[in-house]
């Protein structure tokens, strides 16, 4: 072969070379970008969607949070598929009254449900004509500035239930329901919805928290699935601490359903 061929060959392979070892630079990086981000997944933060009304007024649908895993430890939820990588949760946690979490509804073990923690085992928890009553004392309840609005986000109505369409002072179509501040035992204070006088979720029979387990309420309280039911009654039951996937921590993005993206930047970076 000629040395002019040879020199050739020569910058044919360097080239190639040179190229495989970037392709595997970039196969490495995308790798090391996809552990990091699964690590971050895993042990500090997963995003998570509001699907539903069940949390207004402090939660809308549109609402895009990061749910912050580390609070109450780690269990076989923590992980993607809710793999049975061990039993129990390390370092282990009870959240505190007050705090919204996300868990797999004991119902399938396998959809995500937002709620607030309201009893902790061992407490005894009741619902008396729509207010809280929490070891035998009513949860302070006081009435509050109704929560509106547009009424293209919802306003359901139907047989028995109330018509919250009404319009603003400039003559917007919105909804306004009846509004409330509880505040639970410690000074946790927080806005609840009660929509309907007298209804079926207004009064319970009092529940006594059992280990291992919490008490979860939705803020809306006239349309949530949670601990006042039983999964066999249409609600979720009393959610087993192993089920609790971490606590909503912050609002990172919102927008108006069904207004493409429209931004509601007011609710952007809000804490939970």
Known sequence: ????LSEIRARHVARNDRQKAAVGSFVRLLATA?????GLRIFAYEPFNIPSESMLPRLMIGDYLFVAKWPYGYGRYSFPLGLPLFEGRIGDTLPARGDI???????DNRTDYIKR?????GDRVAMADGQVVLNGRPVP?????????????????????PDFRTRDAA????CRYPAFAETLPGGRRFAVLDQIANDVRDTTAPIVVPAG???????????SADSRFSVAEGGVGLVPTGN???????IFFSVEPGAGLQLRGDRIGQAL
């Open 101 to 107: 979490i996300v868990f797999k509804t004991p119902r």
């Open 117 to 121: 923690v309201i009893g902790l085992p």
């Open 141 to 161: 309840r006081r009435r509050m500035a109704d929560f509106t609005l547009p009424a293209g986000e919802g306003c359901d109505s139907g047989p028995g239930r």
């Open 171 to 174: 003559g917007r179509a919105i």
């Open 244 to 250: 609790i996937i971490g606590r909503a921590d912050r």
């Open 1 to 4: 072969m000629s040395p002019q």
């Open 34 to 38: 996809a552990l990091i981000a699964l």
């Open 213 to 223: 387990h919490v008490f979860v309420l939705g803020d809306n309280r006239d349309d």
